[in-house]
Nanobody
C-alpha cells in the first residue's frame, strides 16, 4: 500500500519561509519522480516543482528563485523549501509520488 504524507504547512507572514516535507512508502522511491503541486479554491491543481530520480528539477515560473525542491532517498522524502513567500502562494500543497500517488495536502497561508 502506497502512503504519501505531507507536513510543514502553516501560517506565515509575507517574506517568510516554510519547509514542506513529504514522506513516501510503498514504492521504489529512489527511482521515482516526485512533485509538489498546489491548489486554491475554484482552481485546478497546478505544478509547483518536480524532481526526477536523477535530481533534475523543474519549477513553475512564479516560484523560480524562491522555492527549492530536494530529495533524500535514504529517508524516502522530498522537500519544498519556500522562501520570500507571497500572499499569492497561499494554497493547499500536495505531494505527488511516482507521477500518480497523491498525499492529503497541507495548507500554506501567507498573510500578515
Amino acid at each position: 500500500q502506497v502512503q504519501v504524507v505531507e507536513s510543514g504547512g502553516g501560517l506565515v507572514q509575507p517574506g517568510g519561509s516554510l519547509r514542506l516535507s513529504c514522506v513516501v512508502s510503498g514504492i521504489t522511491f529512489s527511482t521515482s519522480s516526485m512533485g509538489w503541486y498546489r491548489q486554491t479554491p475554484g482552481k485546478q491543481r497546478a505544478l509547483v516543482a518536480t524532481i526526477t530520480s536523477g535530481s533534475y528539477t523543474i519549477y513553475t515560473d512564479s516560484v523560480k528563485g524562491r522555492f527549492t525542491i530536494s530529495r533524500d532517498n535514504g529517508k524516502e522524502s522530498v522537500y519544498l523549501q519556500m522562501n520570500s513567500l507571497k500572499p499569492e502562494d497561499t494554497a493547499v500543497y500536495y505531494c505527488k509520488a511516482a507521477s500518480k500517488f497523491w498525499g492529503q495536502g497541507t495548507q500554506v497561508t501567507v498573510s500578515s
